[in-house]
């Protein structure tokens, strides 16, 4: 199995960030967040961000016989590269 982080999702001063516009338009998990987001800003971001982050938790453990990622964030590509054990130079 495998995921690709695309754009949405960056790491930057030691934090995991999501923009939810960066999303694709047939993602159905942030249905309604725009309206929210007009009302409460606030607690949409977080919301949104929660979503975000807990779907790729969900995915990347998934796998049964392991889990191949790829980050398009350089950074964020160097993170999970310190946190993920068993990982060789060059599975990427």
Known sequence: MGKIIREATKYRYDDISADHEARASTDRSLFGIKKMFDEQPEKAADLA??????TYRTLMTRGMKGCYLYCC?????EYMRTRIGNLEVGEE
């Not at 961000?49 to 807990?54: A, G, R």
């Not at 964030?73 to 590509?77: C, G, P, R, V, Y």
């Open 73 to 77: 964030d350089d950074q964020l590509q």
């Open 49 to 54: 961000e929660e979503l975000i982050k807990n």
